[in-house]
């Protein structure tokens, strides 16, 4: 599964970390998303298809690699 | 029932509408009728939303505004029609000038910042437990801790002298009450917005605080740091104060989710994000309109320039997301829940929130086992007028 993040749809409502901290962090300035990696092991989809559908802005795409 | 396709019959919404009876924690049965169109108090049509996937499509599409002198923007009363000629906090304003000045705010409510914080949290919690358990039994739990926890912590976020806190609070009290007129709204509005403009001018060159920081910037009006301060104050203690004294009172009604909490504290924060979900203090429903005509995947169609309001309580009851929603389940994982609304304006400090309503929860819990409402249930007042949903006092003893 791969991950994109358009920080310009980010409001930095902080859900992609709470729910994904070791895929996300938020910029220490204005809060705005951060990937810390694009690929995650598939351990994490679970997380990662929670935090897709939290985000208020939309900002996280997510593209199942197999599909 | 109202079909969506041909939406015939026009009733009036009306704010407050009365919850059913002995089921104050649930919304009022008229806010959880299907879509449909409705009129409003000065004759405006203007649709009603209430199934959670037409709520979270209208707050995530940037075809609806959220600001208020657009045309055909629907209000809820006069009063709040008010609020067209006031300088607008980014609450009340679109993407790119939203963005802009929410990113001011946003790096202070950062998840990690907020953890940061817990530990003074923790002791603001504990020190107002201790004087309320020092004042004695019975008390209230709304003016003695469900408000003061939250106000200290906004306070000192922003840079507020807490000394303040009683001008402040009846201000915002007035400012959210849905029966005020145009004249108190404006009155209201404007004592708070003078005294945080005058707090940010006596604050230039001050390094701390969030108010000071606003102040500082060249970018920025002094009209629109006092706009922005007043939300985040107002927005800061309302709304958290609110949801701990309903959260307590929700919980002591339902022994059974209660033992479970106390059990099992492991399960606080998932039970906080079920409290938002199953309380929705937000309760009257957000507006926006629409910029263009909008048709949704089933069908609805909303046209240029018509309102809408979204009803977060009755799209959080939605069967659909929530099995049995009308049931407060502390297990449950409610993390879709729309209480802090949806889209780009979703709450800013809802890290903070769920910070404070842990700690609060879990502290109240621990350390008062015997807590107990002290009045019969039927008698609790609830602030039905109040656009942030709430209780007048919270008589309990321990």
């Given at each position: 599964m791969h991950v994109t993040v358009d920080q310009d749809r980010c409001c930095s409502s902080g859900q992609c970390v709470l729910t994904a901290p070791t895929v996300f962090d938020q910029s220490d300035e204005d809060g705005v998303v951060l990937l810390l990696q694009a690929d995650p092991a598939p351990a994490l989809h679970s997380q990662l298809r929670t935090a897709a559908a939290l985000c208020p802005g939309g900002a996280i795409t997510l593209t199942e690699a197999d599909r | 029932m109202t079909s969506l396709h041909e939406p015939s019959e026009l009733a009036a919404l009306r704010f407050p509408e009365p919850r059913a009876e002995g089921c104050p924690f649930d919304p009022p049965p008229a806010y959880r009728q299907p879509a449909g169109r409705v009129t409003l108090w000065d004759g405006t049509p203007c649709w009603v939303l209430t199934d959670y996937r037409h709520v979270r499509a209208v707050l995530s599409d940037r075809r609806f505004?959220?600001?208020?002198?657009h045309p055909g923007f629907p209000f809820l009363s006069p009063g709040r029609r008010e609020l067209v000629g006031e300088q607008p906090s980014f609450l009340r304003l679109d993407d790119p000038e939203h963005q802009r000045l929410r990113r001011m705010m946003t790096g202070d409510f950062l998840v990690k910042r907020i953890e940061?914080?817990?530990?003074?949290?923790?002791?603001?919690?504990?020190e107002a437990l201790d004087a309320m358990v020092a004042k004695g039994q019975p008390a209230d739990l709304v003016t003695d801790f469900a408000f003061p926890v939250p106000s200290l912590v906004i306070c000192e976020l922003l840079g507020v002298p807490y000394d303040d806190h009683e001008y402040f609070q009846e201000l915002s009290r007035r400012l959210l009450d849905s029966t005020a007129g145009p004249a108190a709204v404006s009155e209201a509005l404007d004592g708070l917005t003078d005294y945080m403009a005058g707090l940010a001018a006596s604050k230039q060159g001050e390094p701390d605080g969030i108010v000071?920081?606003?102040?500082?910037?060249?970018?920025?009006t002094p009209e629109e740091v006092a706009a922005n301060a007043v939300l985040l104050l107002l927005a800061g203690h309302e709304t958290t104060a609110n949801m701990t004294s309903l959260s307590a009172l929700a919980l002591l009604q339902h022994p059974d989710q209660l033992a479970r909490l106390r059990a099992e504290p492991e399960l606080i924060p998932g039970a906080v994000e079920e409290?938002?979900?199953?309380?929705t203090i937000v309760h009257a429903g957000l507006p926006r309109v629409a910029l263009e005509d909008v048709e949704f995947d089933d069908g609805l169609r909303i046209g240029a320039g018509e309102g809408v309001f979204v009803m977060l309580g009755a799209a959080n009851r939605d069967e659909e997301l929530f099995a049995s929603g009308d049931q407060l389940d502390v297990g449950r994982d409610a993390r879709r829940h729309l209480a802090f609304g949806f889209g780009v304006h979703q709450c800013l400090g809802q890290p903070l929130a769920r910070v404070e309503l842990q700690v609060a929860l879990a502290t109240?819990?621990?350390?008062?086992?015997?807590?107990?409402?002290?009045?019969?249930?039927?008698?609790?007042?609830?602030?039905?007028s109040a656009l942030i949903y709430g209780l007048h006092e919270l008589p309990v003893a321990w």
């Open positions: - | 505004s959220a600001d208020v002198r940061q914080l817990r530990p003074r949290i923790q002791r603001i919690v504990d000071a920081r606003l102040a500082a910037r060249d970018d920025l409290l938002l979900r199953y309380l109240l819990l621990r350390r008062l086992p015997g807590l107990r409402l002290t009045v019969p249930f039927e008698e609790v007042r609830f602030r039905s």
